[in-house]
């Protein structure tokens, strides 16, 4: 959406038109937003009332913006005697600057106005508007238009004010001035959120749980600290440097400060996805870890003490299993949407147990993982139990609320995300390929952290048994011999869903997959049907359903092209994996560094530069955490013991890569990579 311009901090975010305008929109979440609801939905500026123009927008950073205008028509303001200045930052309230300069050569007399309104929309009604069921009113006092919602204790509120005195009315304020031969005019305006009642057990509380506060100094200053934390990387590649900075940028931004819990966790993405995600927050811890480990266990503390407990088939809770998505709006707080929290995922529970590995392989953070072991054997055990709903060893997975609930509950939970190479759709349950890739893993993992940190031999032999068990098993009945390659799943007759996609390259990743079959998968993920020039499409181009702007059904995901990867580098596909780096990177380039959530699946030969999905959430976690893992895969950096193993193997023309102060359990170490340099000294590429 170039026409719109985002600023955020953590899960309060501003979405307006280039003018800085806000109107609400029926297709996109226009407006400013925080924990779920729309605090303003209507913030639009004219002088005398004219609408005004944007001459440039400076929106270099994530937390603030400026915008330089002019009133009347682009054709009329090359001589304009006034312009404006809009500043804004937000920093879980918002505050807006706006200066009016005269450049005429007497005094002029302007009549300022904002209109301001809030629809208090919940996240959800942004593309279902539905009558609100509560009430909203408007009242004005001195230097202040105070805006509120409720809906029984459920209580919103809006507070503008404003550094010079004005008209105002319940719609808004107008300041009708005189600025002086070419000098100018300023007022400040804050919009503070009120947050009183959140979701579930909070929802009859009438206290503030949450008010915005931060100022930009602060959090300028712990955005910085953060990325003083990380690796200091050099290289030749400016495309890689780029992206590097923007992801650290970004993933500083995404943190959020979350309702009564306490901690700061990561949102999964702008605008759809401000808040917590289990397998969106697993993979992008999984993919920080080299570089901000103190970043993952708020994490995996908070989805451990969130564990399903009980069977509750409206939220599709588990014992055991892990959440997928948690929301703090009036839908889920009523109980119209399941998400308080919502476990519809069937992956988000084995993650965590691999995620727990990974984390203490790197870190060497015994005591979490100590602390944690219970709600490990918990996930574990529901991939045997709750996870194997039909008794054959594998996970699958169907909604027991068929209204609310997911339908997919897969990375691809998209309805159509999941067919037959012909286009149909299966029935349910269902069982994807990477979810028993998963499943795999997470037993390996478990093993090794049952004998070497919780000191439970015996669990970990069973583990272990399990583990080769279900690879023996996977390998036999997911396996297409005539086509040579994995089923996308098994149907509930265990057919194969021979649909050839891109979560082959998940079970590279997981380790499930029999090496001698692994070749065979490589060639598939950069053959032709999969691999567009840009990297990994989600479903090939000669399938069914196959369309390059289909969300899960030919797109390009970046954090999905990130996984294959570090697939490909594990079984020793070290080329190919460069190759997906390197067209990842390229794409970067033309997202200002931003890989966005996904991008169209066009080939590279013939769009020339990577085609955006119109709606694709930007930044988004995952997406921010892929140049740092591809980083991690070109780089070959894997802990062993006490030690970093570096392996690099860049791809021809990057040049020289080397990243310094490498965090871990063996302190710090510093990594040099070099690559070919082609003889026309291109490395830029």
Not at 10 to 21: A, E, I, P, Q
Not at 232 to 254: F, H, I, Q, T, W
Not at 410 to 418: G, N, R, V, Y
Not at 554 to 569: E, H, K, M, R, Y
Request: proline share 5%; charged share 25%; hydrophobic share 40%.
């Amino acid at each position: 959406m170039r026409s719109l311009v985002s600023i955020l901090d953590g899960n309060t975010f501003l979405v307006s038109d280039h003018r800085g305008d806000i109107e609400p929109s029926l297709d996109y979440p226009t407006g400013l937003f925080s924990f779920d609801t729309r605090f303003l939905s209507t913030w639009r500026l004219t002088l005398n009332g004219e609408r005004l123009h944007a001459l440039s927008v400076d929106d270099a950073e994530s937390y603030r913006t400026r915008f330089f205008l002019v009133p009347g028509e682009p054709t009329h303001y090359l001589d304009a005697k006034v312009s404006l200045i809009r500043s804004r930052a937000i920093g879980t309230s918002l505050e807006e600057e706006l200066t009016v300069i005269n450049h005429a050569g007497r005094e002029m007399e302007f009549a300022v106005r904002l209109d301001m309104g809030a629809d208090f929309a919940d996240l959800f009604e942004i593309k279902n508007v539905r009558q609100k069921h509560g009430r909203i009113t408007a009242s004005v006092s001195e230097n202040e238009l105070r805006l509120s919602y409720r809906r029984e204790a459920f209580h919103r509120e809006t507070v503008i004010t404003t550094s010079a005195p004005g008209q105002l009315d319940v719609s808004g304020m107008t300041f009708r001035i005189r600025v002086g031969p070419h000098a100018e005019w300023t007022t400040r305006l804050y919009v503070n959120t009120i947050v009183y009642g959140a979701r579930g057990e909070d929802i009859r509380s009438n206290l503030p749980l949450y008010r915005g506060s931060r100022g930009v100094a602060a959090i300028q200053t712990e955005q910085n600290e953060l990325i003083n934390q990380a690796p200091k990387l050099g290289c030749d590649c400016e495309p890689l440097a780029g992206a590097y900075r923007r992801s650290l940028n970004d993933v500083a931004a995404l943190r959020y400060e979350s309702i009564a819990l306490g901690v700061r966790l990561l949102a999964a993405g702008l605008p759809w996805f401000m808040t917590l995600f289990g397998r969106d927050s697993i993979i992008t811890s999984l993919q920080l870890l080299p570089y901000l480990p103190e970043l993952i266990p708020p994490t995996a503390l908070i989805l451990a003490g969130l564990q399903g407990y009980r069977l509750d088939d409206f939220r599709d809770e588990e014992p055991g299993k892990i959440l997928h998505e948690l929301r703090y709006g009036e839908m889920a707080g009523f109980e119209e949407q399941p998400h308080s929290p919502y476990y519809g995922s069937a992956d988000s529970t084995p993650l965590f147990v691999i995620l727990l590995d990974e984390y203490e392989r790197w870190t060497g953070d015994v005591r979490l993982v100590k602390q944690l072991e219970p709600a490990a054997r918990a996930a574990l055990e529901w991939i045997d139990t709750y996870g194997d709903l039909l008794g054959t060893g594998y996970i699958w997975y169907q909604t027991r609320n068929p209204e609310t609930g997911l339908q997919n509950q897969c990375w691809k939970d998209s309805w159509d995300a999941i067919s037959y190479a012909d286009g149909r759709l299966p029935g349910f349950p269902r069982a994807t390929c990477e979810l028993q890739g998963y499943a795999y893993d997470a037993k390996m993992r478990g093993a090794r952290l049952a004998r070497a940190v919780w000191g439970d031999p015996v669990y970990a032999d069973r583990l272990e048994r399990e583990a080769a068990a279900l690879k023996q098993r996977f390998n036999r009945d997911f396996w297409i011999p005539e086509k040579e390659y994995y089923a996308l799943a098994l149907d509930a007759d265990g057919r194969h869903v021979d649909a050839l996609s891109s979560n082959i390259g998940h079970l590279l990743w997981s380790g499930i997959v029999d090496e001698s079959r692994a070749g065979r998968i490589a060639q598939h993920l950069l053959g032709p049907r999969l691999f567009s020039g840009w990297g990994v499409r989600t479903l090939a181009d000669d399938q069914g359903l196959y369309n390059p702007i289909g969300y899960h059904v030919g797109t390009v995901w970046p954090f999905d092209n990130s996984l294959i990867a570090w697939g490909l580098w594990r079984y020793g596909f070290r080329e190919e994996a460069g190759r997906i780096c390197e067209s990842m990177l390229a794409a970067s380039r033309y997202f200002g560094g931003r890989l966005p959530e996904a991008f169209a699946g066009y080939e590279r030969e013939l769009t020339q530069y990577p085609v955006e999905y119109p709606t694709a959430c930007s930044p988004q976690a995952w997406s921010t955490g892929t140049p740092l893992l591809l980083l991690r895969v070109m780089l070959g950096l894997e802990p062993q013991g006490e030690h970093l193993i570096i392996d690099p193997a860049l791809p021809e023309g990057m040049g020289r890569v080397e990243l310094l102060d490498i965090p871990g359990r063996w302190g710090r170490v510093d990594a040099l990579g070099r690559s070919r340099i082609p003889h026309d000294g291109a490395h830029d590429r």
